[in-house]
């Protein structure tokens, strides 16, 4: 299994400001992604993170609101732009190992005011 | 495209009971995974079990299992003898080969009772 770390763990944001969410993991991977989960809902992916090439976004999500940086085969973030209330969820990196299990980061908790 | 259906949103179990929670899917991928994660009060996202789909033997990892029924499209988790910490909220998930993302159900809420 993969260890992964997010940081920050939490945070409270005011609306129109931005945060960067770092994701670590302790062993390469060829492919990162993040998943949003808004309160009391499942989680949705956000998009896929490879290592030297543009991020891949699901509908719905726009490079512009999500900038995914990817500099090398340990190490992600997410940026949630112009925060509104709408973005309060916890986001979450994961990575997949060679048997094909997933495995999540603790989560980064994001309330927006 | 991936979907999956969970059609219990909760569940109350009597501690050191079984517990079953459901899960069916739809796809139109040839192979495929599932799998099983548990999500406490504090957000993580802990990885339980994986099935694959050619795989000829129901996947177990401790007091957890996977009850695999292709032809039915089902692929229930099976808890035993639960605990108090087992109580967190149960999402199943599925995964095409050739594309790596999961699609996740709705989530079930399970509460041990003493």
């Known amino acids: 299994s993969a260890v992964i770390s997010q940081k920050p763990s939490r945070d409270i944001c005011q609306r129109g400001t931005s945060l960067t969410i770092q994701c670590q993991v302790d062993?390469?991977?060829?492919?990162m992604f993040w998943y949003r989960q808004q309160p009391g809902q499942s989680l949705t992916l956000i998009a896929t993170a490879n290592q030297g090439s543009e991020a891949t976004y699901e509908s719905g999500f726009v490079i512009d609101k999500f900038p995914i940086s990817r500099p090398n085969l340990t190490f992600s973030t997410l940026t949630v732009s112009n925060m509104s209330p709408e973005d309060s969820s916890i986001y979450l990196c994961?990575?997949?190992?060679?048997?094909?299990?997933?495995?999540f980061g603790p989560g980064t908790r994001l309330t927006v005011t | 495209a991936q979907k999956i259906t969970q059609t219990q949103p909760g569940m109350f179990v009597q501690e050191k009971e079984a517990v079953t929670l459901d899960c069916t899917y739809d796809?139109?991928?040839?192979?495929?995974?599932l799998f099983w994660y548990k999500q406490p009060s504090s957000g993580e996202m802990i990885f339980l079990i994986y099935q694959g789909s050619y795989d000829q033997q129901n996947a177990t990892e401790g007091r957890y299992s996977l009850n695999f029924q292709k032809a039915r499209k089902s692929a229930n988790l099976v808890i035993s003898a639960s605990q108090l910490g087992d109580s967190a909220m149960y999402f199943c998930a599925i995964r095409g080969f050739g594309n790596e993302k999961l699609t996740f159900g709705t989530g079930t809420r399970l509460t041990i009772i003493p």
């Open positions: 994961s990575v997949e190992s060679s048997s094909y299990e997933q495995y």
């Open positions: 062993s390469q991977v060829t492919m």
């Open positions: 796809t139109s991928d040839p192979s495929y995974g």
